[in-house]
């Protein structure tokens, strides 16, 4: 086969898989670009189920971007098939909603979904068929607009076998275990794992927001988890991947929510080692000079979620350290 | 007796209650507890039980003296306090839906909060009534709704003497809902699903409001009310009974029908047009003969919206 004929045949193709009218005039499609290559594995990074979180967007155009040079200069390297969903909620990433606009509907609480039926349901269904059948599926969520988060990848303990060798590859910063009992079974991960089709939820950095070192640790872990699978071939130059995991789970990660409602500013710095403590930030009130509540550290450890929109009520999350002793880590 | 379930600051407002009705002999146990305004554009729930609390006040003072309070009922109009006052369903703060927050916890976000302080002041009463509407598009006939009910909740339903009980099996969906987290306490619980949202629907309030004095007469809870004959017999409903139509083409959809009326199979219930050409694209026919039970409000119609829902009368098990 010529080069030319070589590139013609991996060239990515952008594809619509789910197509449906909207009440006046327009029709929403959902897209994919596919990356062809050889008879190898399948794989699929999906962001954007929640319309306020772009961090996974820039994920897609990152690894695009690899591709895309992959396949002009040594195309036989990809040896099996990449999917890119950059923008599953697509109305509402285009109309900055979270959730499903109209249907006031999680995205990420309607799986699996059915083939008939609302929108929410029908897409569910769509999502899940595209993807079962994958080596591996990426679910890039940032946080929401109030936390910060480090890289990070969360699993299912019920899962915990299958997945955290996969995870561990993945250059992110923390593995986080979460017991069984506290999942939502609604999910797209928890769906396709169910069904044999492993997904690693990764999250990072905070809604509304793109981290652009955080995405490019996730890009060199997505391609060095694609080698390991046999998607790349052996001996494919990738980024290198320096970051090991921490592990957390429910009996090393503390909470701190807010005492008192007011305005969160913080003290410490997101992704630093802690003392316990050591000041984290302070609840402040703007209609006086005086600090309402001191937001200390319960603990030896790293603080991995740091609160980044500052007004808070009373009960709101301002931060998450995960404890260096007495855990897993 | 008027409390606070729970009192919270503000970041820069005044802080903020939810406050509560306590009714009947303060010695005795809690009997009935009714919550609305889990979410807040749940108007027909909140409307009902102000109304209802207005009413066990007057008869509390005497107004009605051949009735009598005679166990104690608790009556939350509305815990999304600010989702009431802001229109919104969710808690506006974060857009979190406190009926996914059960059973919430003292020291979690502030939905948890609020949760945990609604499931602590309900989860003993002898009987539990969550009232809710479908969402602002849809229209839904009173009715009780039952989800993995117990024998006894089965029975129980009818004395609210509605024309609908719909039974459901408990779905993941709904493990961190208040109905949900009521079910591992002793007692009985009730969902109810009037109108739609975002409006007070005055013909399904008045119903439910009868249907709530004739629950607390049949319980013993209001001594001396005297129960009507209802019109037409209760009908127990399963979900292989419901027959749903949803949009085949996305459009404007039409119609003047009222639930609560029994239709033929085949009869036209409404029209969906083409939005920018206005032609009829599709009519809807009823799938089946039964109950006009619930019908889309909202006239601009994605492809696959549930546009209606008739149900058929079950011969035999199922109206017991």
Known sequence: MSPRAALKHAAPSIETFFTIDLPYCESMEIRRTRFSGGAGPRAAVVAGIHGDELEGLYVCHRLAAWLEELLRTTPQALLGTVELYPALNTLGLDTLTRGLPVFDTDLNRAFPGSAGGPLPARLAAAIMTALEGAVLVVDIHASNIYLREIPQVRINQEFEGLLVPIARRMNLDMIWLHGAATVLETTLAHSLN?????????????????????????????????????????????????????????????????????????????WTDVHRGELLGSIVSPFGGSVLSEVRSPVDGILFTLRE???????????RVMARKGGRS | MIRNLLCMTAPVRDGFDIPCHELGPASSQLSVALVGGLHGDEINGIFILSRL???????????????RLAKRVLVIPAVNVLGVNQRTRTWPFDKSDINRMFPGSTGGETT?????????????????????????????????????????????????????????????????TLKHSWKVWPGQSFLLRVGQAGTVQLEHCQRVFRALVSFLGRTGVLEGVQLAVEDEDTCYFDKASGYRVFAKKA?????????????????????????????????????AAGLLTGIRRHPLLFEGDLILRVNKKIAKAGNR
Request: with cysteine.
């Open chain 1, 194 to 270: 169910l069904r044999g089709t492993p997904c690693l939820v990764a999250e990072m950095g905070v809604g509304m927001r793109v981290t652009p070192e955080y995405c490019d640790q996730l890009v060199a872990g997505i391609l060095n988890a694609w080698r390991e699978l046999g998607i790349l071939a052996p001996g494919t130059p990738l980024p290198p991947a320096t970051h090991t995991p921490l592990i957390a789970d429910d009996s090393n990660v503390h909470y701190l929510n807010a005492q008192t409602s007011g305005m969160f500013v913080a003290a410490a710095s997101h």
């Open chain 1, 309 to 319: 929109y500052p007004l808070v009520y009373e009960g709101s999350l301002m931060a």
């Open chain 2, 53 to 67: 609390a207005d009413f066990l006040n007057s008869v509390e003072k005497g107004d009605y003296p051949e009735l």
């Open chain 2, 112 to 176: 948890q909060r609020i949760a945990y302080a609604v499931l602590e002041a309900t989860k003993r009463a002898e009987f539990r009534i969550d009232i809710h509407t479908a969402g602002v598009d849809f229209e839904e006939l009173p009715q009780v709704r039952l989800y993995g009910p117990s024998d006894a909740e089965r029975e129980t339903a009818r004395w609210f003497g509605l024309s609908a009980i719909m039974e459901r099996s408990m779905s993941p969906v709904f493990t961190t």
């Open chain 2, 251 to 287: 459009g404007t959809f039409v119609s003047d029908r009222q639930v609560g009326r029994w239709v033929g199979a085949g009869q036209e219930l409404g029209y969906i047009y083409d939005s920018f050409n206005g032609n009829v694209i599709e009519k809807v026919l009823s799938p």
